[in-house]
T-cell receptor
Framework: KAGVTQTPRYLIKTRGQQVTLSCSPI?????VSWYQQTPGQGLQFLFE???????NKGNFPGRFSGRQFSNSRSEMNVSTLELGDSALYLC????????????FGPGTRLTVT | AQSVTQLDSQVPVFEEAPVELRCNYS??????LFWYVQYPNQGLQLLLK??????LVKGINGFEAEFNKSQTSFHLRKPSVHISDTAEYFC???????????????FGKGTKLSVKP
C-alpha cells in the first residue's frame, strides 16, 4: 500500500498570506489528523477528521482550519499567516478506531517571512 | 489530562553500546502507547506499540519496550546501537476509552539519540 502523502513538501509564504496544505491518507483509512511540529513546542495536535467531520480539535486559533473530502483526502488551511506559524506540518492517517494507530506522512515545511 | 514525559532530551552513546530512552505518562484511563522515530527532514515512523497483552513489545530495527503499569512507564531499549540509529525518538499515548480525546496522540518532547563511532 502507498503511504501517506503530503503536498507540497516545502512552502515559503509572507506574513498575512494564507496557505493550504494537502494530505492523502493510506487507502482504507478514514481518519486524518494534523500536527504542528516546532523546535520550541514539539509536536502539537491541531485537529482530526473522520468521515468528513471534525471529530477532535487541539488548542489552536481559528486561523487554522481543515476539511476532509469523501475520498478521505484532507486539506489544512492557515489564514493570515504569522511568523510563528513557521513549522513542519505533519499529517497522519489511521483506520479511525481504537487503538488509533497513526501513520505519518513526510510533512510540509512551511516558512513564513 | 494525559501527558507524556521523556526524561532525557539528548542521549549520546557509542556505537554497539546499549541504550535506554525513558518515557513516563499520566492518564486516568487505560492507554495505548507508541514509540516513533524521526530522521532529519522526514516524518515519523512507527517503531513499536503496546496495545494489550504482553508487557514486552518488540519493534523494528531491533528496538523493544516494556510497559510498566505501576510505574506508568514505557521505556525504549536497544541492546546494541548503530550509527544509523541516530535520530529523534518520540513516545506517544492515546486513550483506550471512548469519547474525550479519542483520535489524537499526545507526544513527549522527544529524545535525540546521537550514536558516536
Amino acid at each position: 500500500k502507498a503511504g501517506v502523502t503530503q503536498t507540497p513538501r516545502y512552502l515559503i509564504k509572507t506574513r498575512g498570506q494564507q496557505v493550504t496544505l494537502s494530505c492523502s491518507p493510506i487507502s482504507g483509512h478514514r481518519s486524518v489528523s494534523w500536527y504542528q511540529q516546532t523546535p520550541g513546542q514539539g509536536l502539537q495536535f491541531l485537529f482530526e477528521y473522520f468521515s468528513e467531520t471534525q471529530r477532535n480539535k487541539g488548542n489552536f486559533p481559528g486561523r487554522f482550519s481543515g476539511r476532509q473530502f469523501s475520498n478521505s483526502r484532507s486539506e489544512m488551511n492557515v489564514s493570515t499567516l504569522e511568523l510563528g506559524d513557521s513549522a513542519l506540518y505533519l499529517c497522519a492517517s489511521s483506520l479511525g478506531d481504537r487503538p488509533y494507530e497513526q501513520y505519518f506522512g513526510p510533512g510540509t515545511r512551511l516558512t513564513v517571512t | 489530562a494525559q501527558s507524556v514525559t521523556q526524561l532525557d532530551s539528548q542521549v549520546p552513546v557509542f556505537e554497539e553500546a546499549p541504550v535506554e530512552l525513558r518515557c513516563n505518562y499520566s492518564s486516568s484511563v487505560s492507554v495505548y502507547l507508541f514509540w516513533y522515530v524521526q530522521y532529519p527532514n522526514q516524518g515519523l515512523q512507527l517503531l513499536l506499540k503496546y496495545l494489550s497483552g504482553s508487557t514486552l513489545v518488540k519493534g523494528i530495527n531491533g528496538f523493544e519496550a516494556e510497559f510498566n503499569k505501576s510505574q506508568t512507564s514505557f521505556h525504549l531499549r536497544k541492546p546494541s546501537v548503530h550509527i544509523s540509529d541516530t535520530a529523534e525518538y518520540f513516545c506517544a499515548v492515546s486513550e483506550g476509552g471512548y469519547g474525550g480525546s479519542q483520535g489524537n496522540l499526545i507526544f513527549g518532547k522527544g529524545t535525540k539519540l546521537s550514536v558516536k563511532p
